[in-house]
Nanobody
Framework: QVQLVESGGGLVQAGDSLRLSCAAS????????MGWFRQAPGKEREFVAA????????YYADSVKGRFTISRDNAKNTVYLQMNSLKPEDTAVYYC????????????????WGPGTQVTVSS
């Protein structure tokens, strides 16, 4: 019932910043924990960040901790991923995800997925 659409991906150079957005429609956005995942060519999908329904807690993969920030605006039904100090190894398709249970968006098994947006970081 929930549709997710990512935007904001693109081609940037190492050290640049990028902000991804995920717009949700369907059920009430505030009912869901949200997460971001990414998948690079030849690699498995990887957890990036997650945020609880009321922003009580946020979670980050060690590889992005200190560089990426997840946030949400429930009034706009949107979750964001601010990515700073981008590295070539951040290159991947980034996926937005949603689930009513916070743990599901931290374990690569959420109920809903967006189609993804490409982020490419050149050296």
């Amino acid at each position: 019932q929930v549709q997710l659409v990512e935007s904001g991906g693109g081609l940037v150079q190492a050290g640049d910043s990028l902000r991804l957005s995920c717009a949700a429609s369907g059920r009430a956005f505030s009912s869901y924990a949200m997460g971001w995942f990414r998948q690079a060519p030849g690699k498995e999908r990887e957890f990036v960040a997650a945020i609880t329904r009321s922003t009580v807690a946020t979670y980050y993969a060690d590889s992005v901790k200190g560089r990426f920030t997840i946030s949400r605006d429930n009034a706009k039904n949107t979750v964001y991923l601010q990515m700073n100090s981008l590295k070539p190894e951040d290159t991947a398709v980034y996926y937005c995800a949603a689930d009513s249970l916070s743990i599901k968006v931290r374990e690569n098994n959420p109920a809903y997925w967006g189609p993804g947006t490409q982020v490419t970081v050149s050296s």
